[in-house]
């Protein structure tokens, strides 16, 4: 607490060692001496640091003051300039220094104490040592900060009675007009029928009302009127399309992640278009918040019964929405900065608690400690950025088991085909052209050597047999000496990799599976060896596959893959983007086989994991709709594995010598393989030999050649596939290895400490989470527990802002010390407690305020009001204000009869949509519930050259204006402002119109009533 203190002397008597009671001591020792040590001697201290010449941590520098005199005058507070300090008294520097303003309890502390006195029982200088010791622990300073107001539970007060019957109708009322008595503030007048009208339309739909609503409206004389018109604009989708902005600005809501390209967001709308239905729906609070952390783990979600698409697991989109930065050098880094944003974002936007603030130390101010932020982190890094389909199970299945059923009829139909063609395969050999084979395939043999003589074919089969040995005995020493291995072809090595997805076969699946094609002439996608695929029902389904982490130690990684439009990839440290330095590679080949990564030396001991996406489940954007992966080993090694191929060798005992007994090797393999794959016992090298016949064509698989028994088959297997849907995707986070994140000192990612156990803030419990999950379920579930009083304040007063203009607590994202304090705590707190009791539904809560007195009154401010409140913290008055950067887009759209709203504008983060940007449509990197408004040129010039200036042609061509000027001058002040036109109105309209106004004229007109402040501005 550094003070102030030039020019100051003032004399002060302290006795060296004065008597103090046992009472003045214990109020030292509990009411100042932690205050002290807490604010002040981090800067004020006589040992390192002494700011401005002032020690407090021992009475005598005390006593003796600063370099420019003394600071206490025992028993006149008034007068001691430390209290005037801490009091924020004009013309004192404010103390503590770059911090918040001490409680008022705190500062009623230090004023008796300097009335007793300022009794000081330290009467030796401490050491160093004692000087640190002095310092209170961790657990004292969050149990102090624990009693800010916000912390505390949420009570339930009974509406004070209030002698004004008009004030008894709504308890919200009651609270307002019981502090106005208080402030000796009389409430104003209504407002008018037609301004109130206009108001409330704003309010909740953010459009005008139509000229038939405020004819309507005015010409009605139910006296339950306005409140049957609130359930009408509740009830609308325009109401949804409001409040889903809104929330928006929460989650910071953007379809592409910034930086240098600015990379696309896939589905990103679906977030939009979520919150649009559930918010129509009025889903309750507490499991929207639900939906947000962990709607994709929840057993029972909300299921549209329209679309069949699990709503709930669209909720946790926002996740995807942090910026991310380009080809990152530092992978490490870059997690903690957009996990970072991840903590800033659920935090504020639920809590409104800057739990970010304590990532580098513990907070500065709130209770939430550095150990609390590692906790939180270790949550969102036990997710990887995906894309998620999120279809209902029933949706994602349809035809799975249908398929299941058929496919072993298909392969038996096929086998027994394809053996009654052996006597024929000669023809179908002659005729084989391969454009990419290796020597060692199945069918290289043949190409190779059916026109040799026998000398060349004994050299031939010795160079293959020991090619075989040669690469097996290579390849079982390299997998020995991994640094990774990952045999896919074990189901309980599988079982290890998270996976998302409808691919139904994300497991291990045997050798001879297969795959069929949804369409062409050809039937078979492939017959593969043991391991992991996602088409083995359709291409069509969605699959996205990634390892446990690894930690790089090879120079490269190799995997047995295959594929067709899809990417495989290693990704450090979650980064999600490919390109420059960072591993990306698209899988194109029909059969599995060994592919090398890249850029594995840059990357040595980094954290890794491997992944396969389908090509619309790619980060950086959607693919093809048709895609599929399949792959049977990972390994990270030095030294690349060899390639063996599935060659004739491995069946033949007696080596062929010339091209008959090659065609009867060729013959018999193939039977006795055959017969073996439709008996389902075919090893891995059987089944990539039927694989490669098959991607030959020496199996005959094209439809117009097939026997009609198995063209029905095919037919029935394609009939049920065209019929799968395309999966429903949208942004999203899937489950990985669950990670207690280590403690970096001071934030410094290259300075871990030991690991800290994933949980709730420490505040509110001290129960670690599961050790099986990430942890988000519990999260979530914690975030709306009734001992977490901040969910629910935080929510009506976001509400109560957006409502009234201004929040109960201004800060309405920052509810720690740093925020401000409720200007109705009783009223905050009923509100709270009501929105439990109404079942967290928004709608009922806006409806409570909108048809309060207290929002119904005028907006003329009354005289007393503007000397004793005249930024109505009191609520004497309506407050006007500008409309939001939508609510004017939106109105001028909705008055030139355009059905166009800014919501479903793209938000890109490195092109913001320029008219909106005029009028402080946020930046979408952190959470925004209250937005700034400002006035400048550019707003004027975006109407006027812009928006308006277009829209006013589209608006005449919509208006007869060959009628009586006074009709059309009435149409347009209803359609405009929602109220009749004034005589002065009229007057100045005809004076600029002149006598016989052409079309021109009235362009005219309109274009300067589209640039009216009426226009934009609510009262």
């Not at 060349?456 to 640094?483: C, D, I, M, P, T």
């Not at 954007?621 to 690349?640: F, K, N």
């Not at 009506?796 to 200007?823: E, K």
């Not at 109404?838 to 000397?867: C, D, H, P, Y």
Request: proline share 6%; charged share 25%; aromatic share 10%.
């Amino acid at each position: 607490m550094m003070l102030c203190l030039w020019g100051l002397s003032i004399p002060v008597v302290l006795a060296e060692n004065p008597t103090i009671t046992e009472v003045q001591r214990e109020f030292f020792e509990t009411k100042i001496r932690p205050v002290l040590a807490d604010q002040c001697l981090e800067c004020h201290n006589s040992i390192d640091k002494k700011k401005g010449g002032l020690a407090l941590d021992w009475s005598q520098p005390l006593r003796q003051g600063a370099d420019s005199g003394k600071v206490i005058i025992p028993g006149d507070p008034d007068n001691s300039l430390l209290i005037q300090s801490i009091r924020h008294q004009a013309g004192v520097e404010s103390m503590p220094d770059k911090r918040p303003k001490l409680v008022d309890s705190v500062i009623a502390d230090f004023t008796k104490w300097v009335i007793m006195g300022a009794p000081d029982p330290r009467h030796t200088q401490p050491t160093a040592t004692a000087l640190k010791k002095a310092a209170r622990s961790w657990e004292d300073i969050r149990d102090e900060r624990k009693k800010w107001w916000s912390f505390q539970s949420i009570t339930n007060p009974e509406p004070p009675k209030v002698n004004n019957a008009d004030w008894r109708q709504n308890p919200i009322d009651a609270f307002v007009y019981d502090s106005l008595e208080e402030q000796q503030l009389t409430p104003g007048d209504l407002a008018d029928p037609h301004t109130l009208l206009r108001r409330v339309s704003l309010v909740l739909t953010g459009l005008p009302p139509s000229t038939d609503d405020v004819t309507a409206f005015a010409s009605s004389k139910d006296p339950k009127r306005y409140e049957r018109y609130v359930d009408t604009l509740l009830a609308s989708k325009a109401y949804a399309e409001r409040w889903a902005r809104h929330w928006m600005d929460w989650y910071r809501y953007s379809e592409s992640h910034g930086s240098e390209g600015d990379p696309h967001i896939a589905f990103a709308q679906q977030y939009r278009d979520y919150l649009i239905r559930a918010l129509q729906q009025d889903v309750p609070y507490d499991q929207m918040m639900i939906e947000h952390l962990a709607g994709d783990l929840l057993p029972t979600p909300r299921i549209n019964e329209e679309t069949h698409v699990n709503e709930s697991a669209i909720g946790p989109a926002h996740l995807r929405m942090n910026p991310f930065g380009y080809g990152v050098v530092d992978a490490y880094q870059e997690l903690v900065t957009f996990t970072d944003n991840q903590v800033d974002v659920v935090s504020k936007a639920t809590m409104a608690l800057t739990v970010s603030c304590a990532r580098c130390h513990n907070h500065k101010f709130d209770p939430v400690s550095q150990q609390d932020y590692t906790r939180f982190y270790g949550v969102m890094i036990s997710n990887r950025p995906t894309t998620i389909v999120v279809d209902s199970q029933e949706k994602q299945r349809r035809h799975q088991e249908a398929i299941k059923q058929l496919k072993p009829q298909i392969k038996k139909a096929f086998a027994t085909y394809w053996l009654s063609q052996i006597e024929s395969l000669e023809d179908r050999l002659q005729k084989v052209e391969l454009k990419e084979r290796d020597d060692s395939d199945a069918l290289s043999p043949w190409l190779q050597m059916k026109e040799q003589g026998s000398e060349a074919f004994e050299s031939y089969w010795e160079g293959l047999q020991g090619h075989v040995g040669r690469v097996e005995a290579h390849n079982k020493k390299v997998k020995e000496k991994a640094a990774a291995y990952y045999d896919l072809r074990d189901p309980k090595v599988a079982a290890m990799f998270f996976k998302t997805g409808n691919g139904s076969h994300l497991s291990t699946q045997p050798a001879g599976s297969f795959a069929l094609k949804g369409e062409g002439e050809n039937v078979f996608q492939g017959v593969y060896p043991a391991g992991v695929y996602s088409h083995l029902i359709s291409d069509k389904h969605a699959a996205v596959m990634g390892s446990p982490r690894m930690t790089v130690s090879g120079n490269n990684l190799w995997v047995r893959a295959a594929g067709h439009q899809a990417k495989r990839r290693y990704a450090v440290r979650h980064y999600p983007f490919g390109g420059l330095l960072h591993d990306d590679h698209r899988l194109n080949q029909t059969l599995p086989v060994w592919q090398s990564s890249r850029k594995m030396a840059i990357w040595q001991s980094e954290k890794i994991h491997y992944e396969f996406r389908t090509a619309r489940d790619v980060i950086s954007g959607p693919g093809d709709e048709r895609s599929w992966w399949g792959v049977s080993e990972i390994l990270m090694s030095p030294e690349a594995p060899q390639r063996r191929g599935a060659p004739l060798s491995l069946w033949v005992a007696t080596p062929p010598v010339d091209k008959s007994s090659l065609l009867k090797a060729y013959q018999t393999t193939t039977q006795n393989i055959l017969n073996k794959w439709m008996d389902g016992i075919i090893s891995d090298d059987e089944a990539a030999f039927i694989g490669q016949m098959l991607q030959g064509n020496v199996l005959n698989h094209n439809m117009k050649q097939l026997p009609e028994n198995v063209v029905a088959l095919v037919q029935q297997y394609r009939r049920l596939e065209n019929d799968i849907p395309a999966p429903t995707r949208a942004p999203g986070v899937y489950e990985s290895d669950p990670v207690d994140a280590p403690f970096l000192d001071r934030g410094d990612h290259q300075s871990e400490g030991r690991a800290v156990p994933r949980q709730f803030l420490e505040m509110f419990g001290n129960k670690p989470y599961s050790k099986t999950n990430s942890g988000r379920l519990e999260l979530a579930q914690d975030i709306v527990a009734d001992n977490n009083p901040l969910t629910r304040r935080v929510l009506v007063n976001r509400l109560w802002n957006y409502v009234f203009g201004a929040g109960l607590v201004a800060t309405t994202d920052n509810f720690g010390r740093m925020g401000g304090q409720p200007s109705h705590p009783e009223l905050l707190d009923f509100l709270a407690s009501d929105f439990k009791e109404n079942g967290w539904s928004l709608k009922k809560s806006l409806k409570l305020m909108v048809t309060s007195r207290a929002f119904k009154l005028s907006s003329q401010i009354s005289a007393a009001a503007r000397e004793l409140d005249p930024v109505n913290k009191y609520l004497s008055f309506h407050t006007p204000r500008r409309l939001d950067a939508e609510s004017i887009y939106d109105s001028l759209h909705f008055v030139a009869g355009q059905k166009k709203r800014a919501i479903y504008e793209s938000v890109i983060r490195n092109r913001l949509h320029p008219f909106l940007t005029a009028f402080n449509y946020p930046v979408p990197l952190s959470t925004v519930s209250r937005r700034p408004s400002n006035n400048v040129p550019a707003q004027a010039l975006s109407l006027m050259n812009g928006l308006a200036e277009d829209l006013s042609g589209n608006l005449l061509s919509r208006v007869n204006v060959k009628r009586d000027v006074d009709v059309v001058l009435r149409e347009l002040f209803l359609r405009f402002y929602a109220r009749e036109i004034t005589a002065s109105d009229r007057t100045l309209c005809q004076n600029f119109l002149g006598e016989n106004p052409d079309a021109e004229d009235w362009r005219r007109l309109i274009a300067t009533l589209f640039n009216s402040k009426e226009l934009i501005y609510v009262y």
